[in-house]
């Protein structure tokens, strides 16, 4: 397929121009004068160069990659019809459709974006992170920094000590257990062949702990209503994490809160003014869902 520079420039022009800041989470300022999106706006919300945004949209430039259509895609919260589009345009065939689509729906990041000050992640039926607010960086570790089968918070449970140390030792046999049984049941969903089954090959062949629980056939283990973490920097939380589910994307969006009046209510509070880049280095990489369960 050959780039359409004219239909892909026309096609973001009018995508960016029919974006309102709050449509993304952006806030309108009082001496806005344009409407929709500014090229910058749209490039930071894409994780590109201005320049580079704005030469697309004047048909300049090299033929953009699929990685960075499928951000652009994201950036200006594109249907996956549009995403399709979008990829035709720039000379790429779309990928196809399931449940191992990481592109995020409107819908879902609409909600996203306006829970900047909450601690709140999107993840995969596998437990791979794709958006995590500030907050909820500064709560479970930075996980954009994991690739391959470590992305799935499951595999890094059995097969990195470091994943567990956010939680009480002794609640770790029952999350051992649930991640297990979670894997299982998004197997049960997609069969021989998946991503499912190739995560729980690569567990049976490193994890001892992860195959005695897989011998047991145990689905359907659900975590406590309350959760408790231990963090680093203000100690032990008591939080309920309440999901909402795209069912037809399969991911989920995880908030989590804590009762009024509470000491952990408190401690959220301050999470969100420490935020992420204060964390301590060996807090950065603990995160992540179990599959096809809340944390």
Request: proline content about 7%; charged content about 25%; some cysteine.
């Amino acid at each position: 397929m050959r780039i359409d520079r004219t239909g892909l420039a026309e096609f973001l022009r009018h995508r960016r121009e029919s974006l309102q800041p709050e449509d993304v989470g952006l806030i309108r300022g009082p001496r806005r004068r344009t409407g929709g999106l500014r090229r910058e706006e749209v490039a930071a919300l894409c994780h590109m160069s201005t320049d580079y945004y704005a030469r697309l949209e004047r048909e300049r430039g090299p033929q953009p990659s699929e990685q960075m259509i499928a951000s652009i895609a994201q950036g200006l919260h594109l249907s996956l019809d549009e995403r399709d589009h979008l990829l035709r345009l720039a000379g790429h065939q779309p990928p196809p459709r399931g449940a191992s689509t990481e592109h995020v729906s409107p819908g879902l990041l609409r909600i996203f974006d306006r829970l900047g000050d909450t601690p709140a992640e999107i993840v995969t039926e596998l437990g791979e992170t794709l958006r995590q607010t500030p907050p909820a960086i500064a709560l479970t570790g930075d996980a954009s920094r994991f690739t391959g089968p470590a992305r799935s918070s499951g595999y890094r449970w059995f097969t990195d000590p470091s994943s567990r140390e956010l939680h009480l030792p002794e609640d770790h046999a029952l999350l051992s257990r649930m991640y297990a049984a979670g894997l299982r049941g998004v197997l049960a969903m997609r069969g021989p062949g998946s991503r499912a089954a190739h995560l729980a090959d690569l567990l049976l062949e490193r994890s001892e702990e992860f195959r005695l629980l897989w011998e047991a056939h145990e689905v359907g283990v659900h975590p406590h209503e309350v959760k408790r973490y231990q963090h680093p920097e203000v100690g032990l939380l008591e939080l309920n994490c309440q999901t909402l589910l795209d069912p037809h994307q399969a991911h989920r969006l995880m908030v989590w809160t804590a009762a009024p009046g509470t000491e952990s209510y408190d401690k959220l509070q301050v999470l969100a003014v420490i935020g992420a880049q204060s964390l301590s280095p060996a807090h950065r990489g603990i995160s992540g869902s179990a599959p096809g369960h809340r944390r």
